[in-house]
């Protein structure tokens, strides 16, 4: 789930969406910019809601709703959410080699008021994304080549 699947490998943007592309089991999250959200009933709930972005200036500010209660994680220590998860993401390249990730995480079920996190990467142009394998009963690791 979001946040906790980290930066995307690649970021492709038109003029009326972006991609994020990201290494982990093949994901991927189509933005559609400058929309509202789509009603959302509990069959429609995902692991990764529901995104709507628009651009501020250089910043991509995608805003997250429509997430199930299944369990999954916001990060790598455990801290759980709901299903009134809401999730504001920012995107900004500080220079050509340097993104910064902030999301700040509101859900009123989970946590007395929202609160932000925020990191800095390291971009790397030209990077491969690979296809996720898993390693069990794996038979075809020697072909799996990339840069």
Same mark, same amino acid.
């Given at each position: 789930?979001?946040?906790?699947?980290?930066?995307?490998? $690649?970021?492709?943007?038109?003029?009326?969406?972006?991609?994020?592309?990201?290494?982990?089991?093949?994901?991927?999250?189509?933005?559609?910019?400058?929309?509202?959200?789509?009603?959302?009933?509990?069959?429609?709930?995902?692991?990764?809601?529901?995104?709507?972005?628009?651009?501020?200036?250089?910043?991509?500010?995608?805003?997250?709703?429509?997430?199930?209660?299944?369990?999954?994680?916001?990060?790598?220590?455990?801290?759980?959410?709901?299903? $009134?998860?809401?999730?504001?993401?920012?995107?900004?390249?500080?220079?050509?080699?340097?993104?910064?990730?902030?999301?700040?995480?509101?859900?009123?079920?989970?946590?007395?008021?929202?609160?932000?996190?925020?990191?800095?990467?390291?971009?790397?142009?030209?990077?491969?994304?690979?296809?996720?394998?898993?390693?069990?009963?794996? $038979?075809?690791?020697?072909?799996?080549?990339? $840069?």
């Amino acid at each position: 789930g979001v946040p906790r699947m980290g930066p995307p490998n $690649k970021i492709m943007a038109t003029p009326t969406e972006v991609v994020l592309l990201y290494n982990q089991k093949n994901t991927w999250r189509l933005v559609p910019l400058n929309r509202p959200h789509d009603p959302i009933n509990s069959r429609d709930q995902s692991y990764l809601g529901d995104s709507v972005g628009k651009w501020e200036g250089d910043t991509l500010v995608v805003d997250v709703t429509g997430f199930n209660d299944e369990q999954w994680w916001l990060d790598s220590s455990g801290y759980p959410h709901s299903e $009134k998860l809401h999730l504001s993401e920012r995107y900004r390249r500080l220079n050509a080699n340097t993104m910064r990730f902030t999301v700040t995480i509101e859900d009123p079920v989970m946590y007395t008021a929202p609160w932000s996190t925020s990191y800095i990467y390291r971009v790397n142009p030209g990077t491969e994304i690979m296809e996720y394998w898993c390693t069990e009963n794996e $038979k075809d690791r020697i072909h799996m080549v990339g $840069k």
